[in-house]
C-alpha cells in the first residue's frame, strides 16, 4: 500500500513561520511584491501549493498571470533559499502527537510504501522533514510537491507515477492519500484514491466529512491503514 503523508498539519504541528516568511521575502525578491495590502482579502494557505498561494496573492497586488508565470522558476529557488536561511534548526517540537510511533511502525513493514505529497516546494518539504526528525521515513524520488505543479489534484498521478514501475504506476487500489484539510480529500478524489484524514489540523471532523476515515490525530491512524489492507496483510 503506497501512503501519501501531508506535511503541515498532518505530520507536523505549527510548523509554517519560517515557511511563510520565507514565500513573502521571495516575492519581495522576484516580483517586487515588499508589503501585502492589509485592506486584501487575506489568503487561505491550508491544503494548497506554495505557487498557488503566491499566485493569488500575486494577482491580488496586480502582476499579471504572464509575469508570474515567467519567473515562477526563479521564485521557487528564491523560495528554498529563504527557506534555507530561516528554517529553525530542531523541529522536533513540532511533530504531531503519535507521527514518530506512527512512521517507525509503518517502516518495519514490507506491505506498505511510505511517500510524500504535499503542496510545500520539495526543498523546504525536504529540510522541514530533516529538522523535524523524520526525514529518514521519506526516501527521495518518491512523493509529489508544489514544485512539480501548482494544481494539487496532479499531485497523486505524480506520486504515484514515481512509485511504480517504467510500465506502470502505482495501482489506485492501492494507494492511499493521509492529510488534515478539504483539499487532500479532493486531491485524493481527482485521482479516485480514498483519504483518511486527522483533525490535527485547522479543520474539524465534520469539516473533512468527505474522507474515507477521520480520526483525531496519527495514534488512530495505524488501525485503519491497516483495515485498508489487502487481506493477508494486516
Known sequence: MLLLF??????????????????????GTVYGLRELDDTKPRVPAAGRTD???AREMLLQ??????????RAERFRDACAREYARRCPADLTDHVAPG????????????????????????PIARLKLVRAGLGRHFPHGQGAFGS????????????????????????RHDTIVIGDTPNDIACARADQLRCLCVTTGPFDADELSGAD????????????????????QR
Open 6 to 27: 501531508d506535511i503541515d498539519g498532518t505530520l507536523l504541528l505549527k510548523a509554517y513561520v519560517a515557511h511563510r516568511e520565507s514565500l513573502h521575502a521571495a516575492l
Open 51 to 53: 505557487m498557488e498561494i
Open 61 to 70: 497586488h496586480g502582476v499579471s498571470a504572464d509575469r508570474i508565470d515567467e
Open 99 to 122: 507521527v514518530l510511533d506512527l512512521l517507525e511502525a509503518l517502516e518495519g513493514r514490507d506491505d506498505v510504501k511510505l511517500s510524500l505529497l504535499t503542496g510545500n516546494f520539495e
Open 148 to 171: 512539480d505543479h501548482e494544481d494539487r489534484a496532479v499531485l497523486p498521478t505524480i506520486a504515484r507515477r514515481r512509485a511504480g514501475t517504467r510500465e506502470e504506476p502505482w495501482p
Open 213 to 232: 476515515v477521520v480520526v483525531p490525530n496519527a495514534r488512530a491512524l495505524l488501525p485503519e491503514i491497516e483495515k485498508l489492507l489487502p487481506r493477508g
